[in-house]
């Protein structure tokens, strides 16, 4: 069974930086797309960005594009999300997310599995 595990959220101001990162387990990914979504309170889970586990391809949400990086660490099954230019408006529960297959996966219905979540608080 697939799990994942996301840590490093925490309270920034406005303008720094922060990195979270996804513990993965239970799986090879190679096969897999890796992805980190959003969820602001009363608001849907908006996907953030996504990689694929073998090649490293990556494509971004349009309202974190330039600010974020994502990375994976394949010795370490790690996932990584760069959080730069932070904003008021980045403030929600981020969650890691993996599906097995290769696409354009952006909608949260296309991940098959998903860690508990960690806050990111950005005060302005």
């Known amino acids: 069974q697939v799990q994942l595990v996301e840590s490093g959220g925490g309270l920034v101001q406005a303008g720094g930086s922060l990195k979270l990162s996804c513990a993965a387990s239970?799986?090879?990914?190679?096969?897999?797309?890796m992805g980190w979504f959003r969820q602001a309170p009363g608001k849907d889970r908006e996907f953030v960005a996504r990689?694929?586990?073998?090649?490293?391809?990556?494509y971004y949400g349009d309202s974190v594009k330039g600010r974020f990086l994502i990375s994976r660490d394949k010795a370490k099954n790690m996932v990584y999300l760069q959080m730069n230019s932070l904003t008021p408006e980045d403030t929600a529960v981020y969650y890691c997310?993996?599906?097995?297959?290769?696409?354009?996966?952006?909608?949260?219905?296309?991940?098959?599995?998903w860690g508990q979540g960690t806050q990111v608080t950005v005060s302005s």
């Open positions: 990689i694929t586990w073998s090649s490293g391809l990556t």
């Open positions: 239970g799986r090879t990914f190679s096969s897999y797309t």
């Open positions: 997310a993996a599906r097995d297959g290769w696409g354009s996966y952006a909608g949260r219905y296309e991940y098959q599995y």
